[in-house]
């Protein structure tokens, strides 16, 4: 080991700011500007590891810089979620960075050393909010990752994009300030701390009557959640270029609200205090509806990217409801579906880029026939939409069973008729792209042009999804860690 | 004279050292020179202030009697954690803007006037900390004359660049002293049955009195005189127009500093010298102060998202923010005053911060700065807007800014007072700030229509570095609001210890 623990941690957190920083000096030479990207994702993965080990190892890799409040230390702690989310969070970014680039280039994009910049700080915000060292913390980097975003959401500049920047914001920062902010501020006023400890820290200082309230303001006031009906920022959001979709609209972003969430019911509330007071029984229906609902909507775009936007959403609704079932079994289902989720979906947002990229297509009807044209994306389409419907041997399927034995543990069939509804129709939204490609005469020709840097990062992170069905033991052992303690 | 004497004498400095050099400013025609004089004269306060915060950090208050005449017959200055907190904070923030005036005030006024632009430059920030130390009811009445009139000729110099300051000077003189006057009638009333002016006198005898009808008289004209001085909704009409149209310099002083020092005074009348009678007091808390300030909040923040005039939009979101400040004393625990201390500071280096990034795009455009004047100004002033941008994401309370402090203590004290109704109004107001903000951040980085208007000189860093202390303060006391908010927490401590 060439790094301790507190070290690996604070490379982590830093390193991607530093990228951020240096860009604009980078950009002298645009190759530079570009590998810093790259290279930063390197470093930060081999810094995530190391505290992943840690963490299994039974360390808390910890390092505080200032005391914010009385006893709220501005400083950050790993928890074993943490570990796991800040392991996708820096190892996704390895290959959305270089696809960027590709990306970035290949559609002669402007701005491109802002968005780097940008791409980067939002990294950052992740990382820090993946190993916060407690709830406030972790509002704070939810907030700036929201802030950090905008430019990339707005990057065209366009009025299309200048509206969706507005209401992403508007609905992320209104819903934070108004339900998440108070939220953290009752706990603390309550609890007179705020810290993750494994079992939770509110049983026998919140009243069983109040915990549902609570709990909803929590829900509700994490936007990036996308439960409905706060979701519509997450479609609007697609304006953006593809790597931000990509990273962050599939995993930075929208994990950060699902992650979030899951702390605050295992950390703060604690599996046992929900099961207990049934306060999370109205989000298993909150989140079975938005499973199915925004399932519905997939089913009808015609845009990829709009369908795969709301297939996330759905999806997203996977790892609350984990959190709510409040079984031992679900949670550390919910905790594996943040892995297998991002890196299926990353694969798909990446196909979505380089079909657009190489063939200027977007909508999914104009796909027919162009499968042979280009077979490498389509087949990494393919596997990643397996994993995301749970079919063996990719990785999804782990996280699926498990959610599915802990509804079971809790005696909800409900719940297992809506996961197993939610799987027929993602075999029909997300194959349906790939079966048109291949199966179905061209309507369009189009010209290809070859990018290689949007094609292997999708291929990459496919054959990861495969991988991750077989070796899926750490990702598992960090979950079971997650709600042992 | 000595060390030992110059630090005994500390409570007089901070106010007597600008005073006494307001008039050698006025007497120099050169305007550099002038500056010179007010830079002495801010900074010695700064100095002043810097060391009486030092005295009362270990928790001692001392009492400093002018010419040595013992109160209640002379005139008494308190030092204590509150009044060492908010005299610091002003002489701070008025240091910075002086440094900044040394090229913003000659190029918006006529040149020949420097010297006595100063002078009542000096006038104004002399008297602000006077309304702060001193611990005679009577005296504070003088103080608020010096510092009003002293302001309204700073606002009135704007009419070099634009004649609509005259009339808001002269609604700022009208309405200013309708405050003043009620505020010294209720002291007449006050000092009809209780005989005394010296503050910690009366608040020993106001509960002594019989005549309770006399007392809630005073009271009433006292506190709604201090609410006209502190811009509480409704009666902050004067402040919209007097910040729009003062000079650029004299806008960032008096956004930072003149009504920070007024709420300052309704803290020590409702919490210090009224301390005895609870009943009276909790009524205009509860019934006059928490509505009023929610209503400013709301009146503050909507105006300014359809202002188009920085400036005015600028000081509707003042009269915003003083609600914030307003409230937090409205809670009346000591948390909630701490919360109010705590914005005072913040608020000052946010707002102080703003105009003075406003000043320079003046300076840069030489016209009015409204929204679409300021179209792509980020790329082509890239170091003023940066130190701008911090300041506003402070002032909408984004995380690792002053500002989010404030909110956090702020809806603290609300959640502790069981006052769940006014925190959800508080932050709903909070996150429709972030409107207005916007507005402004997203035209700093767009493309003009046709070609980019052209400036007047560069980005000097005479205009940006004051601009850039304040950004500087703003990120500083978000990561590490430490000593703010444990001097916060003395002077509210200080101020409640007066109840129990």
Not at chain 2, 55 to 68: D, E, K, N
Not at chain 2, 435 to 453: F, M, N, S, T
């Amino acid at each position: 080991m060439f790094m301790s623990p507190e070290t690996a941690l604070l490379t982590g957190i830093f390193a991607p700011l530093v990228v951020a920083l240096l860009t604009p000096f980078l950009a002298v030479r645009n190759n530079w500007r570009d590998v810093a990207g790259p290279i930063g994702g390197v470093i930060t993965f081999i810094a995530a590891l190391h505290v992943a080990n840690d963490v299994l190892a039974g360390g808390t890799p910890s390092w505080t810089a200032a005391e914010i409040a009385p006893g709220i230390e501005l400083g950050f702690s790993v928890t074993a979620l943490g570990a796991i989310f800040g392991l996708v969070a820096s190892g996704l970014w390895v290959l959305a960075a270089i696809y960027s680039v590709g990306y970035m280039r290949g559609n002669h994009e402007k701005h491109q050393t802002r968005f780097a910049a940008f791409y980067a700080v939002a990294v950052h915000a992740a990382m820090a909010i993946a190993w916060s060292g407690n709830l406030l913390v972790l509002f704070i980097f939810y907030e700036i990752l929201t802030f950090s975003t905008f430019p990339l959401v707005a990057h065209k500049e366009s009025k299309a994009a200048r509206d969706a920047g507005r209401l992403y914001l508007s609905i992320l920062v209104g819903t934070s300030v108004v339900l998440l902010l108070p939220a953290v501020i009752y706990v603390w006023v309550m609890t007179g701390r705020l810290d993750f400890i494994p079992g939770g820290i509110l049983a026998g200082t919140i009243s069983p009557e109040v915990a549902p309230w609570l709990l909803a303001a929590f829900a509700f006031g994490v936007g990036k959640a996308a439960i409905m009906p706060l979701h519509r920022w997450l479609p609007a959001a697609m304006v953006a270029p593809t790597p931000v979709s990509a990273l962050l609209h599939a995993v930075a972003v929208v994990k950060a609200g699902v992650f979030t969430l899951l702390m605050v019911a295992v950390y703060i509330f604690g599996i046992d205090y929900l099961a207990d007071t049934g306060a999370s029984v109205w989000l298993v229906w909150a989140t079975c509806f938005t499973i199915l609902a925004s399932s519905c909507v997939a089913i009808t775009k015609d845009d990829l990217k709009a369908r795969l936007a709301y297939s996330t959403i759905s999806q997203l609704s996977y790892v609350v409801l984990g959190a709510a079932i409040a079984t031992k079994m679900a949670a550390e289902g919910a905790a594996v579906h943040i892995v297998m989720h991002a890196v299926g979906k990353i694969t798909l947002f990446f196909v979505a880029g380089a079909i657009y990229v190489q063939a200027h297509i977007t909508k999914i009807s104009q796909l027919d026939g162009q499968g042979p044209e280009m077979k490498l994306v389509f087949a990494a389409f393919f596997i990643g939409a397996f994993s995301i419907i749970g079919i063996p041997p990719a990785g999804g399927s782990w996280s699926k069973f498990m959610l599915m034995v802990g509804a079971a543990d809790a005696g909800m069939v409900m719940v297992l008729i809506v996961l197993g509804i939610s799987s027929l129709m993602n075999i029909y939204y997300l194959l349906d792209p790939v079966a048109r490609a291949f199966f179905k005469p061209k309507v369009k020709e189009v010209k290809i042009t070859w990018h290689p840097l949007t094609v292997w990062p999708p291929v990459a992170t496919a054959v990861l999804c495969i991988a991750l069905f077989f070796f899926a033991d750490p990702i598992v052992g960090l979950a079971q860690a997650m709600v042992t303690g | 004279m000595s060390l030992a004497a110059i630090i005994a004498n500390l409570p007089a400095l901070v106010v007597v050292v600008p005073l006494l050099l307001a008039p050698v400013a006025a007497l120099i025609p050169v305007s550099g020179a002038a500056w010179v004089i007010a830079v002495i004269g801010t900074g010695g306060a700064l100095i002043s202030a810097w060391l009486l915060q030092g005295a009362v950090t270990g928790g001692v208050s001392f009492s400093y009697h002018l010419g040595s005449w013992p109160p209640p017959w002379g005139i008494e200055f308190v030092v204590d954690a509150a009044s060492a907190l908010t005299v610091l904070i002003m002489a701070a923030l008025s240091f910075v803007a002086t440094l900044f005036a040394r090229r913003a005030l000659p190029a918006e006024i006529n040149e020949r006037d420097a010297g006595k632009a100063y002078s009542a430059w000096l006038l104004a920030s002399g008297g602000l900390a006077g309304l702060v130390m001193t611990g005679d009811a009577f005296n504070l009445f003088v103080f608020l004359e010096i510092s009003a009139l002293s302001s309204i000729i700073l606002i009135a110099l704007g009419a070099g660049t634009d004649r609509r300051a005259l009339v808001a000077a002269y609604n700022y003189l009208i309405i200013g002293a309708v405050g003043a006057t009620f505020y010294v009638i209720g002291v007449g009333f006050i000092y009809a049955v209780t005989g005394t002016l010296n503050m910690a006198d009366l608040a020993e005898r106001i509960p002594q009195v019989q005549q309770d009808t006399v007392i809630i008289v005073g009271f009433g004209f006292m506190v709604a005189g201090i609410l006209v001085k502190a811009a509480v909704f409704p009666v902050h009409i004067w402040l919209p127009a007097a910040y729009a149209f003062a000079p650029s310099a004299v806008s960032a002083m008096l956004a930072a500093i003149a009504t920070k020092a007024a709420l300052y005074i309704l803290a020590r009348i409702l919490f210090t010298v009224f301390a005895g009678v609870p009943d009276v007091t909790a009524l205009a808390l509860e019934w006059v102060l928490v509505p009023l300030a929610i209503a400013g909040i709301f009146t503050g923040t909507i105006l300014a998202i359809y202002e188009n005039d920085i400036k005015k939009l600028l000081a509707f979101s003042s009269v915003a923010q003083i609600g914030y400040i307003a409230l937090a004393f409205g809670i009346a625990s000591s948390a909630g005053i701490a919360a109010g201390f705590i914005h005072i500071g913040n608020h000052a280096i946010i707002k102080g911060g703003m105009f003075l990034a406003v000043g320079g795009y003046f300076l840069a455009l030489r016209s009015r700065v409204s929204l679409s004047a300021m179209t792509g100004l980020g790329r082509r002033m890239p170091i003023t807007t940066t130190g701008f941008l911090i300041c506003g994401l402070s002032l909408i309370g984004l995380p690792l800014t002053a500002g989010f402090i404030s909110k956090l203590y702020l809806v603290r004290a609300l959640i502790a007072e069981d006052m769940i109704l006014v925190m959800i109004l508080v932050l709903v107001s909070s996150a429709l700030s972030v409107a207005y903000l916007w507005k402004i951040v997203e035209i700093l980085w767009q493309r003009p229509e046709g070609d980019d208007v052209p400036l007047h000189g560069d980005e000097t860093p005479a205009l940006y570095l004051p601009l850039w202390i304040l950004a500087i303060a703003n990120l500083w006391l978000g990561v590490a609001p430490a000593p703010l908010v444990d001097a916060a927490n003395r002077a509210a401590m200080h101020l409640v210890g007066g109840i129990s």
